[in-house]
């Protein structure tokens, strides 16, 4: 199944469980990247709606044993399967509001047994890109 999860104010994850509410959207990218249940790509500058935003892609990593479902974004239990390829966009919404906004692609195979091929995952994400390329903010 694929999923699309848009989450404000995410959690950050560590292993199984929750962790602290992050300061901003790039000490939840430190917080992911430094996860040792998780293998992600630098993060690189897009934007979305206009406002400046990271994306990177994330699986979990090869060897981990500690829990089923790693927990990437924990407020919504945005986890990932062993066999699960994530396209993950972390932006600061605009405003001054100190908020963050995740937008989470998730490709999973149905049955969660058989790894998500590079060209799935690049069907699933972009399928879900035209919805990440339509999402506004009205600032007043």
Do not use: W
């Amino acid at each position: 199944s694929d999923n699309l999860v848009v989450a404000a104010d995410p959690l950050t994850g560590t292993g199984c469980e929750a962790g602290p509410r992050p300061a901003d959207a790039e000490a939840l990218i430190r917080s992911i990247r430094s996860n040792p249940d998780l293998e992600s790509t630098a993060p690189v500058a897009v934007s979305v709606g206009g406002v400046n935003a990271l994306q990177m892609d994330v699986m979990v990593a090869r060897g981990t044993s500690a829990c089923d479902m790693p927990l990437v974004l924990a407020k919504l239990h945005v986890g990932l399967l062993r066999t699960d390829l994530m396209r993950l966009y972390l932006l600061d919404l605009p405003g001054g509001s100190a908020r963050i906004l995740a937008i989470a692609i998730i490709a999973r195979d149905p049955y969660g047994k058989v790894e998500v091929s590079q060209q799935d995952f690049d069907q699933v994400v972009e399928a879900a890109t035209p919805i990440v390329e339509s999402i506004e903010f009205h600032t007043p």
